[in-house]
């Protein structure tokens, strides 16, 4: 099975991932508010457009089944995860709504986000986009399982949350991505399959560049409009 595959593929990413400084950041409490900042600020830029994506994919299916679980899933990224968000605000000290009133689509997010909207407005079959975007659940769900198991969290560590959050909330989202995948490569060709691969490694690897981005706090270069 595809996903069986994919899974193995995303290992590599989930393992360099954990070892990167934000994840160790977020376990040993030492990571900069800056890159927190700068993190939330990207991320909530991310997630809404991960929403809209979800929309474009609604009006590509005929599965009634699969309506429901995208708009679900829309739900859930516009409203449900902010509870992962406010945990790290709170260790920043200051208020989430007033943390993402700045910030933009920083190069590294830019890239992972278009990636996803090629395939949406390129390729008729959902499964496409779908391959770019189960990373998104599935990574964040490993490594706070990786997380859980390997350290003990204290009552009082700031952001045991943000770990309970994502080993426990998004097990079924990833799942039923994974089983829409496995459907649609049942009838592609070897191309078509080695595209849905493709994908999902790029955004495996996009995952772990956009983690980085919050620790190097990545920006576009300034330009002089005036010259
Ligand atoms: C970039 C990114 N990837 C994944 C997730 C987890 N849904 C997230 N919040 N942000």
């Given at each position: 099975m595809l996903s069986t595959?994919?899974?193995?593929?995303?290992?590599?990413?989930?393992?360099e991932i954990y070892g990167d400084d934000f994840i160790q950041g977020l376990i040993n409490e030492d990571i900069s508010h800056a890159s927190l900042i700068h993190y939330l600020q990207a991320d909530a830029l991310y997630l809404e457009e991960f929403a809209n994506?979800?929309?474009?994919?609604?009006?590509?299916?005929?599965?009634?089944?699969?309506m429901e679980y995208l708009l679900e899933e829309m739900r859930f990224i516009l409203g449900g995860e902010v509870e992962a968000h406010e945990i790290l605000a709170r260790a920043v000290g200051r208020p989430y709504a007033e943390i993402i009133e700045d910030g933009e689509w920083y190069p590294s997010a830019d890239h992972y986000i278009k990636h996803?909207?090629?395939?949406?407005?390129?390729?008729?079959?959902?499964?496409f986009t779908l391959s770019a975007m189960a990373p998104c659940p599935y990574i964040y769900q490993k490594l706070a399982e990786k997380a859980m198991a390997q350290?003990?969290?204290?009552?009082?560590?700031?952001?045991?949350?943000?770990?309970?959050?994502?080993?426990?909330?998004?097990?079924?989202?990833?799942?039923?991505?994974?089983?829409a995948i496995d459907k649609e490569a049942g009838?592609?060709?070897?191309?078509?399959?080695?595209?849905?691969?493709?994908?999902?490694?790029?955004?495996?690897?996009?995952?772990?560049?956009?983690?980085?981005?919050?620790?190097?706090?990545?920006?576009?270069?300034?330009?002089?409009?005036?010259?």
């Open positions: 595959q994919l899974k193995q593929d995303a290992e590599q990413f989930i393992d994506i979800y929309a474009m994919l609604i009006s590509k299916t005929t599965s009634k089944e699969m996803m909207y090629y395939n949406a407005y390129a390729k008729e079959n959902i499964a350290n003990v969290f204290q009552e009082n560590h700031q952001y045991r949350g943000w770990f309970e959050f994502y080993s426990g909330n998004i097990d079924e989202t990833a799942d039923v991505m994974f089983k009838k592609m060709n070897d191309y078509e399959i080695g595209l849905l691969r493709k994908n999902f490694r790029e955004s495996a690897e996009h995952e772990r560049r956009f983690f980085n981005m919050a620790m190097t706090r990545e920006h576009w270069a300034e330009v002089d409009m005036n010259v």
